[in-house]
């Protein structure tokens, strides 16, 4: 059973540019969460997300980022006009349905802004 | 505000040499409380979750134990490949279910 998947690994952007992260949550898994984690800090919850909905968007910032999970293919997590702030380690996870505080987490996305 | 600190956030052991990890919370209502495992450059992995006051659970050298106010995380005879960043989480019952509140970690290095 494979795991969560998040590509790409690796991403640079420069300021000003689209970056976008992609997750593919395990099977039988419908929730997908995404995370950020700045150096030297803890990971921070930005979006949950099931088919086709946001459910709790508390953790995103109100501009440049967005995020959506549709009905077919992965989640797609959007950041417009990059800043160097926006360097980070992007995590996604994913948990089943009838566990939902059960996340696992994949590898995560390495954003650099030059 | 809901919050969590985890302590200390170095720990260097022998191996062999027995220790615990603390981490305390405070939250408006716990739902659950989590431990996670991250090796450098990886995305953590999921050890155990603990739902109420004096739930315990095991795996392989890990303990974890929950009181109303902390969980400790206690390694026995750890070996070097015990050697990671360890990460407390908790969901608190103002959130939502997908909310998880991270402390920052318990970075462990187990010399041989």
């Known amino acids: 059973n494979a795991g969560v998947m998040q590509n790409p690994r690796h991403l640079v952007r420069r300021r000003g540019q689209e970056a976008r992260l992609r997750c593919s949550p395990m099977k039988g898994h419908s929730h997908v969460y995404w995370y950020r984690q700045l150096p030297e800090e803890g990971l921070k919850f930005m979006v949950y997300?099931?088919?086709?909905?946001?459910?709790?968007e508390s953790g995103m910032p109100k501009e440049r980022f967005s995020a959506e999970f549709p009905k077919e293919g992965p989640s797609i997590l959007r950041i417009q006009q990059v800043v160097r702030g926006d360097s980070a380690a992007y995590f996604c996870a994913s948990s089943p349905p009838t566990i939902p505080y059960e996340q696992y987490f994949g590898p995560g996305t390495r954003l650099t802004v030059t | 505000e809901d919050q969590v600190t985890q302590s200390p956030e170095a720990l260097r052991l022998q191996e062999g040499e027995s220790s615990s990890l603390n981490c305390s919370y405070t939250v408006s209502g716990l739902r659950g409380l989590f431990w996670y495992r991250q090796d450098p450059g990886k995305g953590p992995e999921f050890l155990f979750t603990l739902y109420s006051a004096g739930e315990e659970k095991e795996k392989e050298r890990l303990k974890a134990t929950l009181t109303k106010k902390e969980s400790f995380l206690h390694i026995t005879a750890p070996k070097p490949e015990d050697s990671a960043t360890y990460l407390c989480?908790?969901?608190?019952?103002?959130?939502?279910?997908?909310?998880?509140?991270f402390g920052k970690g318990t970075k462990l290095s187990v010399k041989p």
């Open positions: 997300l099931q088919k086709e909905n946001i459910i709790d």
């Open positions: 989480a908790v969901q608190a019952g103002g959130g939502s279910q997908g909310n998880l509140i």
